[in-house]
């Protein structure tokens, strides 16, 4: 016998839904659980091997503004695998949305777990290289959704800089920059 989900109790709902989930175990103890679901997710990093470039955005998060009064979080574009849409699918269609960027093939870095602790989401992690004239568009975001996302275009050295400051708090970012360095470390000179 494997631990199961005895009862699942919906206990919000919008762009989140939370719940407490009742597990029982082999031996028969039964405890409760928080549960975060609002579905799974991909990021990219697009970086520019050329003039040793990086894109990301720059937004507003409201737990990082409420734990520790960050204002911006400086992150790897990201977004919600909708509809048909696989993880490849909605990498290619946030670069283009955030960062105004049309990319082409991706490197699968990982697909893992955000916060197993509490979350459901899995989110798959992407390289990909860009040029210049690769930036068809502003970015910045979909004009009805509410977000204020910058477009920040760093130096690959800068970035490495950025994370040994402890200037990312976002994991995502943080292991998409790591892998960059592992794979490419030559970029990083």
Request: net charge negative; hydrophobic share 45%.
């Given at each position: 016998?494997?631990?199961?989900?005895?009862?699942?109790?919906?206990?919000?709902?919008?762009?989140?839904?939370?719940?407490?989930?009742?597990?029982?175990?082999?031996?028969?103890?039964?405890?409760?659980?928080?549960?975060?679901?609002?579905?799974?997710?991909?990021?990219?990093?697009?970086?520019?091997?050329?003039?040793?470039?990086?894109?990301?955005?720059?937004?507003?998060?409201?737990?990082?503004?409420?734990?520790?009064?960050?204002?911006?979080?400086?992150?790897?574009?990201a977004g919600?695998?909708?509809?048909?849409?696989?993880?490849?699918?909605?990498?290619?269609?946030?670069?283009?949305?955030?960062?105004?960027?049309?990319?082409?093939?991706?490197?699968?870095?990982?697909?893992?777990?955000?916060?197993?602790?509490?979350?459901?989401?899995?989110?798959?992690?992407?390289?990909?290289?860009?040029?210049?004239?690769?930036?068809?568009?502003?970015?910045?975001?979909?004009?009805?959704?509410?977000?204020?996302?910058?477009?920040?275009?760093?130096?690959?050295?800068?970035?490495?800089?950025?994370?040994?400051?402890?200037?990312?708090?976002?994991?995502?970012?943080?292991?998409?920059?790591?892998?960059?360095?592992?794979?490419?470390?030559?970029?990083?000179d």
């Amino acid at each position: 016998m494997k631990p199961s989900v005895v009862k699942l109790e919906q206990t919000h709902q919008r762009w989140a839904t939370m719940s407490i989930a009742t597990i029982r175990m082999p031996d028969g103890r039964a405890f409760l659980r928080d549960v975060e679901d609002h579905g799974c997710a991909a990021a990219v990093l697009p970086y520019d091997p050329l003039r040793k470039t990086a894109l990301l955005v720059e937004q507003l998060r409201a737990a990082a503004l409420i734990a520790v009064g960050a204002t911006h979080s400086l992150e790897a574009i990201a977004g919600l695998v909708e509809g048909e849409d696989d993880a490849a699918a909605t990498a290619k269609r946030e670069a283009l949305e955030e960062g105004g960027l049309r990319l082409g093939a991706l490197e699968h870095v990982a697909t893992a777990w955000s916060m197993p602790g509490v979350s459901t989401e899995r989110m798959t992690l992407y390289l990909a290289e860009y040029r210049a004239e690769d930036r068809v568009g502003d970015g910045g975001g979909v004009a009805h959704e509410d977000e204020e996302v910058r477009v920040v275009e760093l130096g690959l050295k800068e970035l490495a800089a950025l994370m040994a400051a402890d200037g990312f708090v976002d994991m995502k970012t943080l292991a998409l920059v790591q892998a960059l360095r592992l794979r490419r470390p030559e970029l990083f000179d």
